[in-house]
């Protein structure tokens, strides 16, 4: 399935869609975000999950940053039939995302 790009005001629809979604909420100037999503991208294609792969570009903080308590970035979150299950910030190993994937997933 092809990587969405989000707008806020669709992330509870979409989450609520599907069973499985990951949501990364990059900034495009960030340098961690960037290889974020490349390892996303990357992961979509190599393991072919139940899983929708989503992101959300900001340039500051928004109403739903705040409200998932999402300071820094990037920050992943990983939804559960429309329920937050796990949380990180900062750039992770591309191995290590797709542990969590396998686990959850």
């Given at each position: 399935m092809k990587?969405?790009?989000?707008k806020?005001?669709?992330i509870?629809?979409l989450?609520?869609k599907?069973?499985?979604v990951?949501?990364?909420?990059?900034?495009?100037t960030?340098?961690?975000c960037?290889?974020?999503?490349k390892?996303?991208?990357?992961l979509?294609?190599?393991?072919?999950?139940n899983i929708?792969?989503a992101y959300?570009?900001?340039?500051?903080k928004t109403p739903y940053?705040r409200?998932?308590?999402?300071?820094n970035?990037?920050?992943?979150?990983?939804?559960?039939?429309?329920?937050?299950?796990r949380?990180?910030?900062g750039e992770?190993?591309?191995r290590?995302?797709?542990s969590?994937?396998?686990?959850?997933?």
């Amino acid at each position: 399935m092809k990587i969405m790009k989000v707008k806020e005001e669709h992330i509870e629809s979409l989450v609520n869609k599907y069973d499985h979604v990951l949501l990364a909420i990059l900034k495009p100037t960030c340098d961690h975000c960037v290889q974020m999503k490349k390892a996303i991208k990357e992961l979509n294609e190599e393991l072919k999950p139940n899983i929708v792969f989503a992101y959300l570009e900001i340039k500051k903080k928004t109403p739903y940053t705040r409200k998932m308590n999402a300071i820094n970035f990037p920050t992943i979150i990983l939804y559960d039939r429309g329920e937050p299950i796990r949380k990180w910030v900062g750039e992770r190993p591309k191995r290590q995302l797709a542990s969590i994937i396998q686990y959850y997933c």
